[in-house]
């Protein structure tokens, strides 16, 4: 809500040097960044008089072999100095005052235009699937910009492998004055064997082997309490979402004029992107993840498991893991080739016997490309997708026959 007009001040010249920055970054690789301005209006529903804003997030598309499927990689470039009492309710829509936020989330921010121009740089002609550096508008007034795109994709019919945003990512010191420039969290929603909590997994795992020194502490849960970011808008819709947060936030200066640059520590940030960059290209890198279904095997005695799947286009190979329900990731790998399908199945269709009791664990499958890079797992048993009518019921076939019911549902 700030000045759009200025070169120096407010909102306007905030996203036109990010668009800036992201072009000369398009330039320099040949022009295999598509760098555009993602406008909506919005009503500010906090806001007593609900004024419409124009909301504009800026956004760097590098297209993909599948350009039907994208990982989305963002912070958000608003700030607010929402925590300064004086000025009252309608402190998050002051808009003429300083308000820095260096580590809210010019920190996040940063990282996003440094992941765009490192991955166009080494990566001019894309992944298997595409990446969408985008800097968000309107997240401390309500996630508005990352509530417009995502609803956006979904209009246009992508395919949402994940959706990351790095929030808070600078600060290592915190009010009581204890330190941690060594880990940082991440933030999985509910279910346990949704895709959200998979893609916590998932980054868990390939942070421990990118840069092992760094360590991350997985949190099951959407968000910090009573808090959100740009993920969840995602996670509403059924992508997997997932949130980068410092270990230790310093609550006496979010939101306020104290947060400069003075307390942000740039080697923690570098940290940040480097997990960010080993995720992202982990997954833009690696196939679509299967859809598995189990059954229970009688000619086991029902002691076993058939975990089927039908084939996924790049897939050279497939593993199926397990856990225990009270192990906090999985345990077990298991390779898989292209195995025969059991009898009764659809021509094609892939199975593996699972020799673990899965009425005690969860299992999952994810396929594997011929350049050893690794898709999202598909828990087994899934969770159960919301059916709004009868022809839904009847196109999620198999799946609602063996997916966890929600409590209530």
């Known amino acids: 809500m700030s000045d759009t007009l200025s070169n120096t001040r407010g909102i306007g010249a905030a996203r036109r040097y990010l668009f800036g920055k992201l072009s000369g ?20 529903r906090g806001h007593p008089q609900r004024p419409m804003v124009n909301i504009v997030n800026v956004l760097a598309w590098l297209p993909g072999r599948d ?7 963002g912070g958000h470039y608003d700030s607010c100095i929402c925590s300064r009492s004086d000025l009252g309710p309608l402190a998050r829509f002051e808009a003429t005052q300083d308000a820095p936020g260096a580590d809210d989330d010019g920190s996040g921010t940063s990282t996003i235009v440094e992941l765009a121009r490192v991955f166009s740089k080494h990566f001019p002609r894309g992944l298997e699937a595409s ?24 209009a246009a019919g992508y395919k949402i492998v994940s959706a990351f945003t790095d929030d808070i990512v600078g600060n290592v010191v915190a009010e009581d004055g204890s330190v941690d420039s060594t880990s940082v969290r991440i933030f999985g929603a509910e279910p346990d064997n949704g895709p959200s909590r998979e893609l916590a997994r998932y980054a868990w795992a390939a942070g421990s082997v990118y840069n092992p020194s760094f360590q991350i502490l997985p949190v099951f849960r959407l ?18 979402g997932l949130r980068f947060t410092e270990r230790l936030e310093n609550y006496k200066r979010q939101h306020l004029p104290t947060d400069d640059f003075a307390h942000v520590n ?16 982990s997954l833009a890198n690696a196939p679509a993840p299967p859809a598995a279904i189990a059954r ?10 058939m975990i089927t799947w039908q084939p996924v286009p790049g897939a050279a190979s497939y593993e199926v893991l397990f856990r225990d329900t009270f192990d906090p990731t999985y345990t077990k790998v298991y390779p898989v080739g292209v195995s025969a399908a059991p009898t009764g199945s659809p021509p ?10 899965l009425d005690d664990g969860w299992a999952a499958v994810r396929s594997v490309g011929a350049n050893r890079h690794a898709s999202l797992t598909s828990a087994v048993p899934p969770p159960c997708p919301t059916l709004a009518t009868r022809a839904d019921s009847v196109a999620a076939g198999d799946l609602i026959r063996n997916c966890i019911r929600a409590p209530g549902r």
């Open 25 to 44: 970054y398009s330039a320099a690789c040949g022009g295999c960044l598509r760098i555009e301005y993602d406008p909506a209006m919005m009503e500010m």
């Open 223 to 240: 968000d910090r309490i009573s808090r959100g970011g740009d993920h969840s808008p995602y996670v509403s819709l059924g992508d997997p």
């Open 348 to 357: 094609g269709t892939l199975s593996f016997l699972l020799p673990d009791q």
């Open 296 to 305: 229970r095997d009688q000619a086991s005695g029902g002691q076993k498991w």
């Open 67 to 73: 350009t039907t499927r994208v990982l989305v990689m």
């Open 131 to 154: 990446v969408i550096f985008v800097a968000y508008s309107g997240e401390e007034e309500g996630l508005y910009g990352s509530t417009h795109l995502a609803q956006r994709l979904h």
């Open 266 to 281: 740039f080697g923690y940030v570098a940290n940040v992107a480097r997990l960010n960059a080993a995720v992202v290209g």
